[in-house]
């Protein structure tokens, strides 16, 4: 158990559709990282907070978001859901922003767009 | 740009030494992980290797970078069917906004025969 949380497990939704996913990072960790994984483009950098402020940008769709809020818990919200988004979404947390920092993976949420 | 390729599948008896290997782009320091992910569940950090090392051993695990060629492997010594799982590759990049994020190859799928 890494923990790290993420919420909920398994998600099924439709085209079109808008839904939020939950990531709790390990006590005293400030940093937070998304990551989606799927069968086509397998593990890629969605997008980085650290301490409520967003660090860094990957291939984050526009009709994603997210945000870390005060408790450092942080969101991911996907909106206008296409079938390609369906993935496994997984956070990572980290003590500090940067290189030299371990992150630890929670186990994911999978998302499946009908 | 960065990237870091592994070969796909893996297949050892059990008690046989495993080796996963892994290449990667970033010619300058930077650090190099290797995850762990079983069926279903998130990924779990192994070991990491900062490049200015050119070995790292953790009890079963060694982890050997040859800087000149941007090789990386990871050895499982006596591997066991416990041991059959995907293993990714990653580095974080080394540029000025770099924050840590991972950038993942595709994996390697590890089968462990008995």
């Known amino acids: 158990d890494s923990g790290v949380t993420q919420t909920p497990k398994h998600l099924i939704t439709a085209t079109g559709q808008r839904v939020t996913l939950r990531c709790s990072p390990r006590?005293?960790?400030?940093?937070v990282y998304w990551y989606q994984q799927s069968l086509d483009q397998g593990l890629q950098f969605l997008i980085q907070y650290y301490n409520g402020e967003e660090r860094a940008k990957g291939n984050i769709l526009e009709r994603f978001s997210a945000q870390q809020f005060p408790d450092l818990h942080s969101e991911l919200n996907l909106s206008s859901l296409e079938l390609g988004d369906s993935a496994l979404y997984f956070c990572a947390s980290s003590v500090r922003s940067g290189r030299a920092y371990e992150q630890y993976f929670g186990p994911g949420t999978r998302l499946t767009v009908t | 740009g960065e990237d870091v390729e592994q070969s796909l599948f893996l297949s050892v008896r059990e008690g046989d030494s495993s080796v996963i290997n892994c290449t990667y782009t970033?010619?300058?320091?930077?650090?190099l992980y290797w995850y762990k992910q079983e069926p279903g569940a998130g990924l779990q950090l192994l070991t990491y290797i900062f490049s200015n090392m050119d070995m790292k051993q953790d009890q079963r695990l060694t982890v050997l970078l040859n800087k000149k060629d941007k090789h990386l492997s990871l050895r499982i010594a006596d591997t066991q069917t416990g041991d059959s799982a995907i293993y990714f590759c990653?580095?974080?990049?080394?540029?000025?906004?770099?924050?840590?994020?991972?950038?993942f190859g595709k994996g390697t799928k590890l089968s462990v025969k008995p």
């Open positions: 970033d010619s300058s320091s930077t650090y």
């Open positions: 990653a580095e974080t990049p080394n540029y000025g906004g770099s924050q840590g994020n991972l950038i």
């Open positions: 006590s005293g960790d400030l940093s």
